[in-house]
């Protein structure tokens, strides 16, 4: 990267359940939002879900990378690159992604770290837990 290109400022990460964008208008509808995941049954496996982040103050064109680990030992579960570009300085950018087939093989926390221009920009933690015990 550029010594003088700055990072672009982060202004969010979510998770959710899926991302509706309006073809007519381009606004984006976030459905169901989490940070926890209940299962009975290990290995799980998360069908379909969406990473919405938002951005700003970014110059020009910047590779990204969306990694995926169990953070209590930095394990990769998968990974996604692409490219980002900024028109303005001023422009806020929006990434909409897609996540099918995601398997997790054990409970307890999973980071989304998002890399843009070779730096970390910004992380999001899930949580993977069994469902209550039942009291009789």
Same mark, same amino acid.
């Given at each position: 990267m550029d010594a003088k290109k700055p990072l672009p400022v982060p202004l969010g990460m979510l998770v959710c359940d899926?991302?509706?964008?309006?073809?007519?208008?381009?606004?984006?509808?976030?459905?169901?939002?989490?940070?926890?995941?209940?299962t009975p049954q290990m290995p799980c496996v998360l069908g379909h879900f969406g990473v919405f982040i938002t951005m700003t103050e970014g110059i020009g064109e910047y590779s990204c990378r969306l990694l995926c680990s169990y953070a209590a030992d930095d394990?990769?579960?998968?990974?996604?690159?692409?490219?980002?570009?900024?028109?303005?300085?001023?422009?806020?950018?929006?990434i909409a992604l897609d996540v099918r087939g995601l398997s997790l093989a054990r409970y307890g926390e999973y980071r989304f770290d998002f890399y843009?221009?070779?730096?970390?920009?910004?992380?999001?933690?899930?949580?993977?837990? /069994? /469902? /209550?015990?039942?009291?009789s």
């Open positions: 899926s991302i509706i964008e309006d073809r007519r208008t381009g606004k984006k509808s976030l459905i169901g939002l989490f940070s926890t995941v209940t394990a990769v579960l998968g990974e996604t690159n692409g490219n980002v570009r900024f028109n303005d300085r001023r422009e806020v950018v929006e843009c221009g070779g730096g970390l920009l910004i992380s999001r933690m899930i949580t993977l837990v /069994p /469902p /209550p015990a039942v009291k």
